[in-house]
């Protein structure tokens, strides 16, 4: 057991499976020489060499599109964007072509590919550069979308990931990089489509992916000091998406708060409260509340940038709405 | 170009015959069976329907070109080069009319044909969206150091399209093994090529990328065709992408929806041109001027292409149509539909 950050358990995941197949290659715009952007692949084109380890042009619809057809031939391919940002380039390559080929021709040809990309509101980083935009990628069936919520997760999901058979968009907040988590010696996979109970609570069930489940465990402390106990449920997976946690958790509380770093039209959490009432309306003892970025484009001042975000404090104060 | 038709077998000359008269026959009754047919049973239906009539020569030729384990993929053009690439038109005739024993289970249609076994990768139809699917599977024969290469037909239309920017930089970057054929037939859907391109030269782009400018060739002429995608693959195998041209021409417009093109009275010459170098026409005249009394062979290969297509539509017709299993099957590997 050690505690690595969130980067360095993913370039661990990375690092074992690429040394597990060789048909694992990782491409994408200056992760090689340079050492990538968030230095996930940090060391790797000394240790792998350019054939396994491919920098490749500014050309993100490339990228993804020849990544594509790499896994379609039968290797397995990691391609990073170096942000999610960039790869709304790339929106055709894996939705209507990773996505959709498997079911298009039959299931003849599977696409073994991940498409990791840095996702989150950055430091001022400015409107195009601060998505937080799983759920759009969520929509469509045929993708898988994982994004994890710390050190632990990062690195069973993406072992996972690397592992499947299908075409999976992966992305990684760029403020959980730096932040580590104990991480055990011994290989493990968290299966892809399993959420988890992060804290266990008996009052509200806040639910989460990403950043937001920060959020949602620093107001759940801060609710614990009012005697508030708040289940905390990480769905790490939006797509296949696992509703037993959280219906299971509901059930119990009959209550539920949504956190999301993205923004709230057409979003997680109007996933999630759609299918809470739809499965479980006779346990509802108040409206699901979701706590979304404001519903603006990131503007670059820190004090309205930072207003337009949630926060653990804005978690506490849904939660205790819905009570 | 020089031609080397003396290497060439009356068998293999024989065999392009029949291929070529075979599409032929195919691409007629599916309009036959889209626009005058009356039986609904016997339809074919949907949106989309492009045909490859007066195009034969460049999908054939280009296609026997490849060797056993190279690789095809195209456009949504896709079904005389799935034929060519021996593709059973049974089941290219059943995913015509959206049934579960054609080529995708009645789940892609006409655009989307493909046979795995094959290495015929499928038709796409998101215009340039297969370049990189097929730069992708070239950088797998590279990385597994194979010696196979890939066939990539692409629209003169589809150059335009950032995918073919981006693709045909990377290909060269990394010298991986494709030939890129531009299939010319001077026009998108409608927009002719000097409309809609700063360069009518398709070749010429490859100076953009310090790509090999590869010859254009005439796209009506099986054999020329033949020689020339043979030569410029076994030139990528070793040194990277080649661009290539054929030249050519759609007989039936861009697809079903297109009754106008070439309807066009400032066409009706150059539809005739391209008429008189029909792709049966220019093959039957270098088969007869090698060889004496081939009437009644060719005659019996235009008949058995007949009976190849009629057995394909008793096929298609008596096929059972998908069902909801079907409907929610490989959405995922090993996950459910619905999820």
Known sequence: ?323 | MATKTESLTKETLLDWYHDIVLIRHFEDRCHHLYFEEKDPARKITGVYLHLATGSEATHVGAVKALGEDDHVITAYRDHGIAIARGVNPDRVMAEMMGKRTGTSGGKGGSMHLADRDLNFWGGYAIVGGHLPLAAGIALKEQYVKSGNAVLCFVGDGALNNGYFHETANMAQVWKLPIVFLVENNLVGMGTRIEESSGQTNPIKRAVGYGMKEGPSVDGQDVVEVYEAVKAELDWSRENGPVLMEARTYRFEGHGVSDKAFNAREDLKGELAIWEARDPINVLTARIKKKYKDVDETLAALDAEAVRIVDESVEYAVSSPAPDYNDLIANVYVGFEAGV
């Open chain 1, 1 to 323: 057991m050690k505690n690595l950050s969130m980067r360095d358990a993913l370039r661990a995941a990375l690092h074992e499976e690429m040394v597990r197949d060789e048909r694992v290659f990782i491409m994408g715009e200056e992760i090689g020489k340079w050492q990538g952007t968030h230095r996930v692949t940090r060391g790797f084109y000394e240790e792998f060499g350019a054939e396994r380890v491919r920098d490749t042009p500014i050309s993100e619809m490339a990228i993804a599109g020849v990544a594509t057809g790499a896994a379609m031939a039968g290797l397995r391919p990691v391609a990073e964007m170096m942000t999610i940002n960039f790869a709304f380039l790339a929106f055709d390559a894996i939705i209507n072509h990773a996505a959709k080929i498997h079911y298009m021709f039959n299931g003849q040809i599977t696409v073994p590919l991940v498409v990791r990309a840095a996702t989150g509101w950055g430091n001022q980083a400015t409107a195009t550069h601060s998505h937080t935009p799983e759920p759009i990628w969520a929509h469509f069936p045929g993708l898988i979308v994982g994004c994890p919520s710390n050190a632990y997760d990062a690195k069973g999901m993406l072992k996972a990931a690397i592992r499947d058979d299908n075409p999976i968009l992966f992305t990684e907040v760029i403020a959980l990089y730096p932040k580590p988590s104990p991480i055990p010696d011994e290989e493990y996979l968290i299966p892809i489509g399993e959420s988890a109970i992060k804290r266990e609570g008996d009052d509200v069930t806040i639910v989460s992916y990403g950043r937001g489940v920060e959020w949602a465990l620093e107001a759940a402390e801060t609710l614990a000091k009012e005697d508030i106990q708040a289940e905390v449920v990480d769905i790490r997976w939006l797509r296949p998406l696992d509703m037993s946690k959280t219906l299971e958790s509901f059930k119990k509380t009959n209550r539920c708060v949504v956190v999301e770093e993205s923004l709230p039209h057409y979003s997680f959490g109007s996933e999630i409260a759609a299918q809470l009432q739809e499965a479980a309306f006779d346990y509802m003892d108040a409206p699901v509340k979701r706590v979304s970025a404001l519903d603006v484009p990131l503007p670059y001042a820190r004090e309205i940038e930072l207003m337009a975000l949630p926060n653990a404090a804005k978690v506490v104060q849904a939660v205790k709405e819905v009570l």
